[in-house]
């Protein structure tokens, strides 16, 4: 009897490790863009940016630990409690397109990183560009890039890892 109870803890930490070991590992997959959604080790999208801000101040604005909310397997932080209410009731409408990848990239059969600080929103849809130089780009044709994009996004996807530019 006195060897089961050490056994036990030992199976118990070792389960425990295992566990772990699989939870980072597949949160390292997701950080390099094995996921349709971009999010980091920690499932935050957007960077932790406060995704309706975008919409509502049409500026990048940090969120917080504090408000968070979750949406498609995502975390979503905000700055405000009230920002995280809005969201809340329509998540639909504040999440990023392409899962918040590189809208351009995206329209030109590449999976890149997006950043929150080169966005635009156009008709309500919030769309990320991997620098400012290509959130140009993609302005110049939002509609036309966006049409590409959509056909695009299943294949794109999927591609594990992210495109070089």
Not at 7 to 24: E, G, I, W
């Amino acid at each position: 009897m006195t060897f089961r109870t050490p056994f036990r803890r030992l199976a118990t930490r070792l389960s425990a490790a295992v566990a772990l070991t699989l939870l980072a590992a597949s949160s390292a997959i997701a950080q390099k863009g094995a996921s349709m959604l971009n999010v980091d080790d920690n499932g935050v999208i957007l960077r932790g940016f406060d995704a309706v801000a975008f919409h509502t101040d049409m500026k990048a604005m940090k969120g917080s630990a504090q408000f968070t909310a979750t949406h498609d397997g995502a975390i979503y932080m905000f700055a405000t409690a009230a920002n995280r209410d809005r969201f809340k009731a329509n998540p639909a409408m504040y999440a990023p397109a392409y899962g918040g990848y590189c809208a351009m990239g995206v329209a030109v059969g590449k999976k890149l990183d997006g950043d929150p600080a080169a966005f635009t929103v156009h008709n309500g849809t919030l769309y990320l560009n991997v620098n400012q130089n290509v959130k140009g780009m993609w302005a110049k044709d939002i509609a036309g890039n966006n049409k590409k994009a959509d056909m695009n996004w299943s294949k794109v996807a999927v591609h594990r890892g992210f495109d070089s530019m």
